[in-house]
């Protein structure tokens, strides 16, 4: 297991971890259209820094360098107040920072790209819409070809493919991130942003939604960078963890997940898996103790 300190030089994914390219049959099983060559979805944070005034400035992200390898699964994790979604609106495009600098594929992020996508909480759909033109939109509005016929392959990926005229609010909260996930997935983003996407549905549901999440990853690879408070979702799913501090948000340790554990999916059942939780749980527990404690 690899757990490193906070550093402000960039902390690089396991030389182990090689840039994976998208399966071709599962490009064409999805009918997805040629969007470049070679791998997508690399991701790098320069010495990033968000601050934000209450009465004086504070750090909301300070000093963060991280790099992400194409179609890697980074988990992030800590205390509520410790800058995870913050980093996750810097790599978005939805948040420019302080000092510092977000890339992707060596383009630096100012604004929203449809090299990323978002997947919420809440699932965000259009409520005036039908599933099918939800998941179409995307598509649609940067000019794919047959954007409806890529959106009904997308719902067939993630089992909603009956339910392409049904209306968002007809649905349960699991089939509606669903349709999220296929919404964010339709336009063939390099990265994937998940903040909390499974926080708001029932244990079984939720269960449900991360097998989807692993199948879905070993077709179609994108590169996921994904928001958690659950450990063992983090640990269920992610190639590697980032546990961030507090006041301000710093990387705390980062764990090489598939250096300790059995592949994803598998990992519940893994004699290792019980340690690594106590010990992310401590780490956790550390930056919880200072918030308690102000």
């Not at 090689?18 to 490009?27: C, F, K, S």
């Not at 090299?115 to 965000?124: D, G, K, L, R, T």
């Not at 996930?181 to 549905?201: K, N, S, W, Y």
């Amino acid at each position: 297991m690899l757990i490193l300190g906070h550093s402000t030089s960039a902390i690089a994914p396991p030389a182990s971890l090689q840039p994976v390219g998208l399966p071709q049959q599962a490009r064409d099983e999805a009918g997805l259209q040629a969007v470049g060559k070679g791998p997508r979805g690399a991701i790098s944070l320069r010495k990033v820094s968000v601050t934000f005034a209450r009465g004086r400035h504070e750090y909301a992200v300070r000093d963060v360098s991280l790099d992400v390898a194409p179609g890697e699964f980074v988990a992030l994790v800590g205390p509520s107040g410790c800058g995870k979604t913050t980093l996750l609106n810097v790599i978005g495009g939805m948040l420019q920072p302080s000092s510092g600098s977000a890339s992707i594929d060596g383009q630096l992020v100012r604004e929203p790209t449809p090299a990323c996508n978002v997947v919420f909480q809440q699932h965000s759909l259009f409520a005036w819409m039908t599933v099918l033109d939800n998941v179409a939109f995307g598509p649609r509005a940067l000019g794919f070809v047959a954007p409806e016929e890529i959106a009904r392959r997308f719902l067939k990926l993630v089992g909603l493919d009956d339910f392409a005229d049904a209306w968002p609010a007809t649905l349960s909260g699991g089939m509606q991130q669903r349709v999220a996930i296929a919404r964010a997935l339709a336009t063939q983003p390099g990265v994937l942003l998940m903040d909390e996407p499974f926080g708001a549905l029932d244990a079984q549901t939720r269960s449900i939604m991360q097998e989807e999440v692993l199948r879905l990853r070993v077709g179609l690879q994108p590169t996921v960078i994904f928001v958690t408070h659950d450990i063992d979702e983090a640990l269920l799913l992610a190639d590697r963890i980032v546990v961030m501090s507090v006041n301000p948000g710093t990387l705390k340790a980062v764990i090489d997940v598939n250096a300790q554990l059995d592949v994803p999916g598998r990992r519940l059942q893994d004699q290792a898996f019980i340690g690594l939780r106590q010990q992310l749980l401590g780490l956790i527990r550390e930056e919880s103790l200072k918030v308690f404690n102000q």
